[in-house]
């Protein structure tokens, strides 16, 4: 069975012109089968406020009204999405870059209101990945670089979430390939002490997750990512390492030592 | 050999919203191979002045500053390009969002300042069309929509002109296809007095185009459309109409009395 590595980058990564550069050097030089996700969090906020419109956020998650969901979809699936290929072209990677409303890669529904209003916020599932269509593109020698923004079947265009689409892509792919999922940020994985950049956990799986969130070892903003790996892996992905940008090329290998596994 | 169709919609029709759900509509109807080329100068013009940015024009085409490349980006690529494509989806048409970056579509130089400095504009050229990929998306049933934004091979972000990106593409397809490409706007073609709707010249080619460049028939603003067009005629593409938006279905047919066939 071939190889794929599904990475996603985060915000601080993106922001951040040197080491967006640098992954993306890193990530061109990896050979074979791969898909970048990425946010654009941060960007998105900053345009807001330019545009005098305010930024809401629930646990971390973005209200999205009228005004914000063409906010995000210019910020991640204009300017993030076509830097980040551009970038990578000129690495000698020839890069494809997707939304999940192009070609259905990944169709949506509008998320229902329950306790809290999410607005243009969609949620999506493995089985509707259009896995033909990246498989294709994989098979060309085309890298897709995907942005978290997708549509409902009426047309409207949804804010999705870009840790969840990295775990979707991954477990869509997983019939058809061993899939790597590497979350990748500006810390050297799960930490045991924050202030610590050296107390990384080597591993962590369902036994314990519980005990290190009611510890806050895994603390909020971490909790969806961290249930977002144990998702994968419950769902057959390979392998899943939560690890720093800079490492992605040890992280592809399964080098030991960087980065955090979740089994 | 197979027919493909290649559409530009102009400025007047995306900004509407009643315009382009119409248009859309027609186009999703109209089976076989088809290609979207849209632009979006309005709205980014707006954005432009929503951030402070100002808008600076010559002959019709924008000086484009390290600002404005990130607006024309967000706008085209981002919001545009998707916007068009959950709507498409939506009608049942697979629609693939595109920019010239992606899949080194249409690669581009930065334009040698001469008399003015555009700033970050490209160059294109048909020879240089990643056809092969578009031939594998039309096959697969799939139909591009193409944001004319593009990059050099520094991975520097470029804006190009849509009208020439429309000229390009159908060039680039036309020794595997019967292209027609379809210059659509808001208008029923050109027109002989520009009060008079009804006034539209059935044909013009190479020996009357002069005569009506002179007499202001063809105005600044119609000159490099005409030119692409003539320019399309000359190099092979088999078919080339300027006509209204709302008539996209008979101009795909090449039914007489819809729009300006040039010869």
Known sequence: ????????????????AA??????????????NKILVHGGGKLATDLSAKLNIPTQMVDGRRITDAETVKVVTMTYAGWVNKTIVAQLQAK???ALGLSGADAKLIPAVKRPVKDVDY?????????NVNATFLKTMLISGITPIVAPISCD????????????VARTLAEAMRADYEVTLAYCFEKNGLLMDINDDDSVIGEIDLANVERLKASGVINQG???KIDNALGAIANGVHTVVIGHANN????????????????
Request: charged share 20%; aromatic share 4%.
């Open 92 to 94: 000698g990677c020839i």
């Open 248 to 263: 992605i090329k040890h992280i592809a290998k399964h080098e030991a030592g960087f980065g955090t596994c979740i089994k």
């Open 119 to 127: 607005g243009w916020v969609g949620d999506i599932g493995s089985k």
């Open 153 to 164: 079947n009426e047309g409207h265009l949804l804010n999705i979430n870009a840790d969840t």
């Open 19 to 32: 080491a967006l550069d640098s992954f993306l050097t890193s990530l061109a030089a990896i050979e074979g």
């Open 222 to 224: 971490m909790v969806p």
């Open 1 to 16: 069975m071939q190889k794929l590595l599904v990475v996603k980058i985060g915000g601080n990564i993106i922001d951040n």
